[in-house]
């Protein structure tokens, strides 16, 4: 049993440990076996050895990320428990440039690493799959790097898309024309470019066809010439949409394709088209593939907590089809002999 003792020197403890201790208990969690106790500046660590060094090492981080950049998120903390540096990362986000400047001149940068690499691989690649849970910002960076494309005049357009894929509502009983009954489909779509543009401004592009906000099965039969596309909820869309999709790029496009395969909201029977074209166009030169994970997730921190749980159900229910196939395979072979 190993005990080590560490005080907080110039740090505020209300920032160190959290809002009701939230920083310390997630510590508690990820080390079950290790007691950490508080007591004004003061922390005790008790365990074996490793464990204990470990927490030590963890709450150094921590104390550093603060007297660095002066705070310390719950996103920092968890970072920090996966072996990341979120100190390093969050100095470069604040020392480099914005992707777009949003409303009121409101800085738009990517908040983590995988985030930053999709902004790389959109800069180096003209076609870009990005794949990973809800959450992660897959859509809103996407959307940010089509409107800086647009204000420095390396496009013409922005076009968005999603395939009309109702998730478990029907939504044809709705009032209103096909565009009213459409618009739901697209709300996060819009919801991205409110952050970006003032509504008079915003108004003006969609008026004059420089944004436009339409449902997949409109993309058949156009060109897109000069334009920034994005295909959003890709893993709704079947293997002759994305290639009819990818097919409408014209001279000068860039298209960036984003999915969540494990929401896929598609008959049973048919395949995602977002996994196919993962699969097939990996080896092509010129496209890029991203894929976010649960740490990526900057939304509240039970989002990933959620996500997690229903990751750990699926795979029950799968190691239980396994062994009741064993079971009937070996009740096979036992009526055979």
Not at 113 to 129: G, M, R
Not at 158 to 178: C, H, M, Q, S
Not at 294 to 313: F, P, T
């Amino acid at each position: 049993m190993s005990e080590i003792q560490l005080t907080l020197e110039n740090i505020d403890p209300r920032v160190f440990f959290g809002e009701k201790s939230t920083n310390l208990n997630i510590i508690r969690q990820f080390f079950p076996d290790v007691s950490i106790s508080s007591r004004g500046t003061n922390i005790k660590i008790k365990g074996n050895k490793q464990d204990s060094l470990m927490v030590k090492d963890v709450f150094e981080k921590m104390i550093n990320a603060i007297n660095s950049i002066g705070e310390l998120s719950v996103q920092m903390v968890e970072d920090i428990l996966e072996g990341e540096n979120p100190t390093e990362f969050k100095l470069q986000a604040q020392n480099g440039s914005a992707i777009v400047y949003g409303r009121g001149g409101r800085p738009i940068k990517a908040k983590t690493q995988t985030q930053k690499k999709l902004v790389t691989a959109s800069e180096e690649n003209d076609i870009v799959f990005v794949t990973g849970p809800a959450g992660t910002g897959k859509t809103y960076v996407a959307v940010a790097l089509a409107v800086r494309a647009l204000k420095n005049k390396l496009v013409k357009k922005i076009v968005l898309t999603r395939p009309a894929i109702e998730a478990g509502e029907n939504l044809g009983f709705l009032p209103g024309d096909l565009k009213d009954k459409i618009d739901p489909f697209l709300r996060p779509l819009y919801d991205a470019l409110d952050d970006m543009f003032p509504a008079d401004k915003l108004k003006y592009f969609e008026e004059n066809r420089i944004i436009e906000i339409a449902p997949l099965a409109y993309m058949r039969g156009r060109t897109l010439d000069s334009a920034f596309i994005i295909l959003d909820e890709a893993q709704n869309a079947s293997a002759l949409q994305i290639k009819m999709f990818l097919t409408r790029l014209g001279p000068n496009a860039k298209c960036i394709i984003t999915g969540d395969l494990s929401q896929v909201d598609l008959p049973s029977n048919q395949r995602s088209g977002l996994m196919q074209a993962t699969q097939i166009l990996s080896p092509v030169r010129g496209i890029g593939f991203v894929n976010f994970t649960v740490g990526d997730v900057v939304r509240h921190r039970l989002v990933k907590e959620i996500i997690n749980a229903y990751d750990k159900e699926l795979l029950r229910k799968e190691k239980w089809k396994e062994a009741q196939k064993a079971k009937r395979d070996e009740e096979k072979v036992e009526r055979k002999d």
